[in-house]
């Protein structure tokens, strides 16, 4: 639920005249309440940060689990204690993770020209992934991948490029180490999978994935890992590579779906979802550390619920991006991925907002 605010709200604490650390309600000085918003706000009394779930006039409501908020300590408190609204950690980090994914121009076509020469060296283009290091690219050099500088060691503004004819498997990936806890990725595809229309068995794909492998290259996970999809396809027909063999909708150019490496053993996650050619899309991933997994894609406002997956845990050690397509036959031009950004929360995100 939405965090509110109001300006220059302070009181004191009037009774109990001991507040306990269990306690879930106090009363303030007479008529001083007003001062605080109505429902779901945050204040702090002495060093204790407290959820507050309603204000009935002078009387707080404190929500079941909202004694010691936000990393600090249920503690007594006696009556004179100052009571005042507080703009915490919580309420900047869920303010920032609800910002809508949308607000970022795409690459520019330049970049996307099969043979473009000018790869600037700077880029302005949204910055996000709050974690460690750069991406790993294999193939480590054009066309496996290119990523852009934007002046800092985190680069999240990446290119897949394939070759003519080229049914190589590219990845970009970052290493999580032995992840511990929730996580969100959020990754905005420009040009997503762009193949033409040239035969009749053509399949490509994009995977935003999460993996228990160090060095998740292999065309097969060997291991564990959880995806999100956006796939092309011409015609139905039945693949195998990249341990993805199923069906493709004869109606449907671009699909998204969920999939899974369940021991090396890979299965297709229902349902699939058709997406429009030639827009944006973006994918998420959402883990709340305890085997529990949530695929969505969306237009970076609104979000649409692909699966929610129970009881398959894992430790994540790398995410990242996987291009591939099969078969590709008549060539004359590169295809492209292009990947404005990918943003890494260390929580799963709130349920309102972006």
């Not at 043979?115 to 690219?137: C, I, K, R």
């Not at 080229?166 to 990845?171: A, C, E, I, P």
Request: hydrophobic share 35%; net charge negative.
């Amino acid at each position: 639920m939405r965090e509110n605010f109001t300006n220059f709200a302070t009181t004191q604490l009037v009774s109990p005249t001991t507040l306990s650390p269990g306690a879930l309600s106090f009363t303030v000085t007479r008529g001083t309440g007003a001062l605080f918003p109505q429902t779901n706000f945050a204040v702090n009394v002495d060093t204790e940060m407290m959820n507050i779930v309603s204000r009935s006039g002078d009387t707080f409501v404190v929500a079941p689990l909202g004694r010691g908020f936000d990393g600090t300590l249920a503690a007594q408190h006696l009556a004179g204690s100052t009571v005042q609204l507080s703009i915490c950690a919580y309420n900047l980090l869920h303010l920032w993770q609800n910002v809508p994914d949308g607000y970022k121009p795409d690459v520019p076509f330049s970049q996307l020209l099969p043979g473009a020469s000018v790869m600037q060296p700077t880029s302005p283009y949204d910055n996000e992934f709050e974690s460690v290091g750069n991406w790993t690219l294999y193939p480590n050099r054009p066309p496996g991948g290119t990523t852009f500088s934007v002046g800092t060691p985190l680069t999240s503004h990446l290119l897949l490029d394939r070759g003519p004819s080229d049914n190589g498997l590219y990845t970009a990936y970052i290493s999580l180490g032995n992840y511990q806890g929730p996580l969100t990725i959020t990754a905005k595809i420009s040009e997503g999978v762009n193949v033409p229309k040239n035969g009749t068995s053509e399949v490509a794909e994009t995977h935003l994935f999460v993996s228990d492998q160090p060095n998740p290259i292999s065309s097969g996970d060997s291991g564990n890992r959880f995806r999100v999809d956006t796939r092309f396809a011409t015609a139905t027909t039945s693949i195998t590579q990249n341990n993805t063999t199923g069906s493709v909708l004869t109606s449907t150019d671009r699909q998204v779906r969920c999939s899974r490496d369940q021991n090396g053993t890979w299965s297709q996650l229902n349902p699939v979802a058709p997406i429009p050619i030639g827009v944006p899309i973006y994918l998420r991933v959402m883990y709340d550390g305890q085997g529990n997994w949530t695929g969505l894609f969306g237009d970076g406002y609104t979000y649409t619920l692909l699966i929610y997956l129970q009881n398959f845990t894992f430790t994540p050690q790398t995410i990242g991006l996987q291009f591939y397509a099969a078969p590709l036959t008549g060539y004359s031009v590169a295809q492209t991925v292009a990947v404005d950004y990918v943003r890494f929360a260390t929580t799963q995100l709130g349920p309102y907002g972006g």
